[in-house]
């Protein structure tokens, strides 16, 4: 059985819980079992927040966990956080905007996206949700970008709606940054 | 109808409406908000009743007088809030008309916190209220079987006129998963013949938990046990994962349960033949079917997020025939499934008998995870 456990965590406001619903969204369009679950503790407001993703093609147990396989962590107290608590072998993409050191373990596949910076160049800086997002699957590749892609597409707040092209923009930027890294790395 | 990626609290309010709910009376309260906020945007368009009433004393006291009308009425709110209406619920069973209220369960006593908890077991479960009666307490463990049960909740409340209580924590309030919503129900055209009415061209009804002369409250309390042993006869609900061959069982309810699940299995994987129960009905407790597995499995495992207030009513039914551990986190912690999983691999290696109380070994194992910041 394939079961993946992800979580995403930033300051309240950096689109944490946005970005793992469209996942979760994915997850169900893609034929999965899926469980999302934010963190909804008076820190919302101002401080953390994170959320937990399980992709499972099975039927979903426990909908929290306490080793995910992937981490996604948009600020530094989100690293401090998740870099102890990620699975051995698993993945960390951090957001080396606001993250402003290494690694100390050497057991996880990683990833440094300058999320914000890549976010502004587009024009709009809530974007580094999406650039991470995007930056993820090159990694940690849980779901297709295309699937990940119309799943924004069919449930961005309509309010919203007239930035998708500029979502699905930061979402490919940061699928194609994370490809740039990678290859460099592996050469 | 397809699946939807559907919010917890959300889907408990729509399921309500589709079940046919015509009156929702309550009082914010986090994490249970998110429901009446729904109702609030749903119920008018529907042209039903919502009310925010000014406190949770007087939003049971709204469902009270909807239930007498005879429509379909429930309140939703969380453990200090379900606290507050505990004198109305209690009138509502004396006066024998059907409710639903939904606990989403939050750490506590007192002000506690908002974070998930099931300790109110015994608050929803043996009653609460003052007096003789006897709440059905659903426990469902996915945002699916919460739809389902929520719709049954209705129906059991219509068929017995008695309180029905759906308990849930805030992990299932706020997590979001793939469910189904039934199609809507068509409400029924003319009220029961006991509701209260107007009484135009007929005898009135006369609906009211007062009975002033002890004599005629015994023959209450009769009537209110012999429908209670009825419920116990016909409304035994359960689910059972990988049972069959098993040699240590876990019981275990709503979120609970559901994270044992994930821990059985990764112990299935090691070897350990180890199942699943989970009790859906509470109130009735599904007693026969306990007895039944403590007679061929080797130890039983109880977990919940309190401090074992299901443990003992396990305890009385398994008389002592196989020991019965327990593990529990508590105040709003979830527990994760590899917890768990230590405990089967510690149930299912320990031959020697337990040393004394299950509890007070457990507590000396949880003060330890709790002092390693687990």
Avoid at chain 2, 22 to 34: D, K, R
Avoid at chain 2, 129 to 149: C, M, R
Avoid at chain 2, 209 to 221: M, Q
Avoid at chain 2, 324 to 331: I, K, Q, W
């Amino acid at each position: 059985m394939e079961e993946t456990s992800i979580i995403i965590s930033g300051f309240g406001g950096q689109g944490t819980l946005f970005a793992g619903q469209v996942l979760a969204y994915a997850a169900l369009d893609n034929g999965q079992n899926v469980t999302w679950i934010p963190s909804y503790g008076p820190e919302m407001r101002g401080g953390t927040a994170h959320c937990t993703v399980m992709i499972s093609d099975d039927e979903i147990g426990s909908p929290l966990v306490r080793n995910p396989d992937v981490s996604l962590v948009l600020n530094l107290p989100s690293l401090d956080k998740y870099e102890k608590l990620t699975k051995p072998g698993g993945a960390l993409v951090a957001n080396s905007s606001l993250v402003n050191r290494g690694l100390e373990r050497d057991d996880l596949e990683h990833l440094y996206i300058p999320a914000n910076e890549i976010a502004e160049e587009i024009g709009l800086a809530r974007m580094a949700n999406m650039v991470m997002l995007g930056g993820m699957l090159r990694l940690a590749p849980v779901l297709p970008l295309e699937v990940i892609k119309q799943a924004l597409a069919a449930h961005i707040p309509e309010r919203h709606r007239r930035t998708l092209p500029m979502n699905f923009e930061a979402m490919e930027q940061g699928y194609a940054f994370a490809e740039r890294t990678l290859t460099k790395a592996a050469a | 109808m397809a699946k939807e990626l559907l919010k917890g609290n959300e889907a408990f309010a729509e399921a309500a409406i589709r079940a046919g709910c015509e009156g929702f009376y309550g009082y914010p309260i986090t994490p249970s908000t998110e429901f009446l906020e729904y109702m609030a945007k749903r119920m008018p368009q529907l042209g039903r009743a919502f009310v925010q009433a000014e406190s949770e004393v007087a939003a049971i006291n709204m469902v009270y007088g909807g239930a007498c009308t005879g429509k379909r009425v429930m309140t939703a709110s969380s453990s200090p809030g379900v606290s507050l209406m505990m004198e109305g619920i209690s009138y509502i069973a004396g006066t024998e008309v059907p409710a639903v209220i939904v606990n989403v369960m939050r750490g506590g006593p007192g002000l506690g916190n908002i974070a998930p908890s099931q300790g109110d077991y015994h608050q929803m479960v043996k009653g609460g209220g003052h007096g003789d009666y006897f709440p059905i307490v659903l426990a469902p463990a996915s945002v699916q079987e919460a739809i389902d049960y929520i719709s049954l909740a209705f129906d059991l409340a219509d068929k017995y006129r008695n309180i029905v209580h759906v308990i849930v924590d805030g992990n299932m309030g706020q997590m979001m998963e793939p469910a189904e919503l039934p199609p809507m129900r068509e409400l029924p055209k003319d009220p029961p013949s006991w509701a209260v009415t107007g009484a135009e061209g007929r005898q009135p009804n006369f609906l009211s938990s007062i009975y002033i002369d002890p004599a005629d409250e015994e023959v209450t309390n009769i009537r209110l046990v012999k429908r209670w042993m009825e419920i116990e006869k016909n409304e035994i609900r359960y689910s059972e994962y990988l049972m069959e061959d098993a040699e240590f069982a876990v019981i275990g309810f709503g979120t609970a349960g559901r994270v044992a699940s994930s821990a059985i299995r990764a112990a299935r994987e090691e070897g350990v033949k180890v199942g699943l129960f989970r009790p859906i009905t509470l109130a009735p407790f599904p007693k026969k079917q306990i007895e039944e597995i403590s007679k061929r499995v080797k130890r039983i495992l109880v977990v919940e997020m309190n401090t074992g207030m299901m443990l003992d009513d396990v305890a009385a039914i398994v008389q002592g025939r196989v020991p019965v551990e327990f593990y529990g986190r508590l105040g709003g912690m979830t527990p994760f499934p590899d917890e768990i999983l230590d405990e089967i691999r510690r149930v299912a290696d320990n031959k020697a008998p337990i040393n004394g109380d299950a509890r007070a070994e457990w507590i000396s194992r949880l003060e330890k995870i709790v002092e390693e910041g687990r």
